[in-house]
């Protein structure tokens, strides 16, 4: 079946011009995760949605981030006046519930590059 | 603050030998530890986890081991392959609220032929 699927797949753009990045998450997962993966570095934790409750925004690093999930489904990530520091690989996860034990599925990430 | 950190950031061993992963965390109230490979160009994949009321267990050609008084986890891979190159990350979650994993560093396998 089908995974979680993230557009686009590369995205280059200049410094202080704003990004949207989007994430399809597996049809029925009702978690969604946004991390951030520096070169060489662990998965950073950005923002998590759970069904119809308030996301966990505690991992945004300013409030130049933020991201939304319509109808319980496609999730975007908004960067604006993006930084060089903002490089990096975003990751979007889905799983299928909340138990500790739901295995969380990875999509192939947007490699973003601010010049 | 808490942490999930492995030793070795780069592993290189040759075809056919055993690989073994360590990871270190600091958190002793973690409940679940999940190992994921990460391939060029892809997200992190599952390939085992490990509850802690466990020390080890098995899957297919892989290991993981924990030992809680030491707070550290190890990957162990038989018979290691060149698919298998990659980096591998172990994360930890804790119950009694979000279950949002925390990662490790990662460290990168590189299989010799």
């Known amino acids: 079946g089908a995974g979680v699927s993230q557009s686009p797949s590369n995205k280059v753009t200049e410094k202080g011009k704003d990004v949207e990045l989007r994430c399809d998450p597996i049809?029925?997962?009702?978690?969604l995760y946004w991390y951030r993966q520096s070169l060489g570095q662990g998965l950073e934790f950005l923002i998590y949605?759970?069904?119809?409750?308030?996301?966990?925004k505690s991992g945004l690093p300013s409030d130049r981030f933020s991201a939304e999930r319509t109808g319980g489904s496609v999730s975007t990530l908004t960067i604006q006046r993006t930084q060089q520091e903002d490089s990096a690989v975003y990751l979007c996860?889905?799983?299928?519930?909340?138990?500790?034990?739901?295995?969380?599925?990875f999509g192939p990430g947007t490699r973003l590059t601010v010049l | 603050g808490e942490s999930v950190g492995l030793h070795l950031p780069t592993l290189s061993v040759q075809e056919g030998d055993n690989s073994i992963i360590n990871c270190a965390y600091s958190?002793?109230?973690?409940?679940?530890f999940i190992w994921y490979k990460q391939e060029s160009g892809k997200g992190p994949q599952f390939i085992i986890d490990?509850?802690?009321?466990?020390d080890k267990r098995q899957g297919q050609r892989v290991t993981v081991l924990l030992n809680k008084t030491v707070k550290h986890l190890s990957l162990q891979i038989a018979a290691t392959q060149p698919g298998d190159s990659a980096v591998y990350f172990c994360?930890?979650?804790?119950?009694?609220?979000?279950?949002?994993?925390?990662f490790g560093r990662g460290t990168s396998l590189i299989v010799h032929p």
């Open positions: 996860a889905s799983s299928s519930g909340t138990s500790i034990y739901n295995e969380q599925f």
């Open positions: 049809s029925g997962h009702t978690a």
């Open positions: 949605f759970q069904g119809n409750s308030a996301p966990d």
């Open positions: 958190n002793s109230a973690s409940d679940y």
């Open positions: 490990i509850r802690s009321n466990m």
């Open positions: 994360a930890e979650k804790r119950g009694g609220g979000s279950y949002i994993p925390t």
